[in-house]
Structures are given as structure tokens and as C-alpha cells.
């Protein structure tokens, strides 16, 4: 029981450091510092259980899985919340009113600019929006062109511009 405690205990602390870490790169310090108060305690009372007795293997091994497993769950988790806004570029060998007026009915403020690739004339989008709406893009641009190329940065802050409410399907 007490090596099950351990590596709950572990999946939990390092899933809240992942998140912890999400926030601060996202300006939100605050939650951060909340999530770091629980983060360190949990950390102090599994490392004190784990070193009071070095000898215990059962105790290291369950302390390094929960670690490891502690990674996986953070980044799934993560993923999950899929909090703060991105920058989509997409690189379209259609430049065509099809896809920017689809994105624009989705409620994604679009930016074109027309570019020269290797192979003739391209269509370049700037979409910053909410990281959460990003798979909804991604089908729209796929539908209209399954070249394109797509890029996605993080993007911590966004001022002026076009940006209103998603329209949710």
C-alpha cells in the first residue's frame, strides 16, 4: 500500500509541476504559485517517505515510475486543457477564397498574404486563435487543401486585430 501511495503521490506532484510550468508560460502566475504550494507539499512528504528508508528499493522504484508516469499524465493532461491562444501559419498551394472565408465563418480572424514558393505562387494565413479551437482548423484546411503546411507556435500574447467568439459547430 505504502509503494502505491508513493507513486500516486509522485503522478500527481509531477503532473502539477507540468501544469505549473503551463502557466507561467502562459502569464499566469498566480495559478501557478497556488499550484506550486500543493505541488511542494506533496513533494516533501513523498521524498521524506522515501528517504527516511534508502534501503527500501520497493520505495526508489516506486518513487521514479511515479515520476515517469507523473510526466505522461502532466503532458495528457496538458493537452487536455489546451489553455492559451497559437499562431497558425498555413502554407496553401490553392490560394483561394475557399479556405479564408471557411475559417472566417468559423469566427478565426485571417490574415493572407501571397508568397513565392519553390514551385509557383502560395497562399500564406496567419491565425491566431485559441489553442482549444486548433483541430477545428486543422480539418478546415485539410478539407480545402491536403498539402498544405501547416506551422503552430505558442503565443503569449495578442493585441488589436480581429477576434471574436468561435462559432462551435
Known amino acids: 500500500m505504502g509503494y502505491l501511495l508513493i507513486f500516486l503521490a509522485r503522478v500527481a506532484d509531477v503532473s502539477l509541476t507540468t501544469i505549473r510550468i503551463l502557466m507561467l508560460m502562459r502569464g499566469k502566475k498566480y495559478y501557478a504559485a497556488i499550484i506550486g504550494f500543493f505541488e511542494v507539499t506533496i513533494y516533501i512528504v513523498v521524498l521524506l517517505k522515501v528517504v527516511s528508508n534508502l534501503y527500501n528499493v520497493g520505495n526508489i522504484l516506486a518513487y521514479a515510475l511515479g515520476f515517469a508516469t507523473g510526466n505522461i ?64 482548423l486543422m480539418n478546415t484546411v485539410h478539407e480545402v487543401d491536403e498539402g498544405a503546411f501547416v506551422t503552430i507556435s505558442d503565443t503569449r500574447t495578442a493585441v488589436g486585430g480581429y477576434m471574436k467568439k468561435i462559432k462551435k459547430k
Open 73 to 136: 499524465v502532466g503532458s495528457f493532461i496538458e493537452d487536455k486543457m489546451a489553455i492559451g491562444t497559437i499562431t497558425a501559419r498555413v502554407i496553401s498551394n490553392r490560394c483561394n477564397e475557399e479556405m479564408v472565408q471557411s475559417l472566417r465563418d468559423m469566427g478565426f480572424g485571417v490574415t493572407e498574404v501571397q508568397g513565392m514558393g519553390k514551385e509557383g505562387p502560395r497562399c500564406l494565413l496567419y491565425v491566431v486563435m485559441p489553442r482549444k479551437e486548433l483541430h477545428r
